[in-house]
């Protein structure tokens, strides 16, 4: 069964510093997402992004975040000057098509960790 | 408030015995998910309805728009059903509003 796939599945920085985020949808996906977990909380939505735009963002996408679609195949979260409060498991998940009966499937996530 | 409200938050249980997880929501929704999130952090997931009732495997899922409720239902539990388990509404055409998610554990 095709998977969403994330790189890394850990990554550590320093604080400060730029950290790019990576995702494979599902190749037939047409719609892609970003939600973030900081431990011992809810899941939290962060963006979604449809033919290379942002359709809908959270108020925790600040300036600080941005998406991008730069080939065919990857969606990627970029997070600059990164905060210790970054902290957070980061989940891409796509879908294929907008609403209607089409289920979000979700990567197994990246462990960002902000030192 | 939170939007979606999980019970019960923690559940223990033995090997064998029916489960049920409950979800309520306050807005109105196109569709509601539930996900299972196993240790290592990654999600699942395991319906999405809009009405009525899903059944796959020994899972269950119903859900009821006007009292806007849903439950998730695990017969004959085994320990490999140990896991959080969440509830995810989606608001709109795409973004999903999850609740806290409920730990259970099965013991043999």
């Known amino acids: 069964e095709p998977e969403v796939t994330q790189t890394p599945s850990h990554q550590v920085t320093q604080m400060g510093q730029e950290v790019i985020l990576r995702c494979v949808p599902i190749s037939n996906h047409l719609y892609f997402y970003w939600y973030r977990q900081i431990l011992g909380q809810k899941v939290e939505f962060l963006v979604s992004?449809?033919?290379?735009?942002?359709?809908?963002k959270s108020e925790i996408f600040d300036d600080q975040f941005s998406v991008e679609r730069p080939d065919g195949s990857n969606f990627t979260l970029k997070i600059r000057s990164t905060k210790l409060e970054d902290s957070a498991m980061y989940f891409c998940?796509?879908?294929?098509?907008?609403?209607?009966?089409?289920?979000?499937?979700f990567g197994d996530g990246t462990r960002l960790s902000i030192l | 408030k939170n939007e979606v409200e999980q019970s019960p938050q923690n559940l223990t249980a033995q090997e064998g015995e029916f489960i049920t997880i409950n979800c309520s929501y306050s807005v109105g929704i196109s569709a509601l998910h539930w996900l299972q999130q196993h240790p290592g952090g990654g999600i699942v997931s395991l319906f999405m309805l809009s009405s009525g009732k899903k059944k796959h495997g020994r899972l269950i899922a119903t859900i009821n728009i006007q009292e806007k409720h849903s439950s998730l239902h695990i017969t004959a539990s085994h320990p490999r059903d140990s896991a959080v388990y969440i509830c995810?509404?989606?608001?709109?055409?795409?973004?999903?509003?999850f609740g806290q998610g409920t730990r259970l554990t099965i013991n043999p």
């Open positions: 995810a509404v989606r608001k709109g055409a795409q973004k999903l509003v």
């Open positions: 992004f449809y033919n290379n735009e942002i359709s809908e």
């Open positions: 998940a796509s879908s294929e098509s907008r609403g209607g009966n089409q289920p979000q499937h």
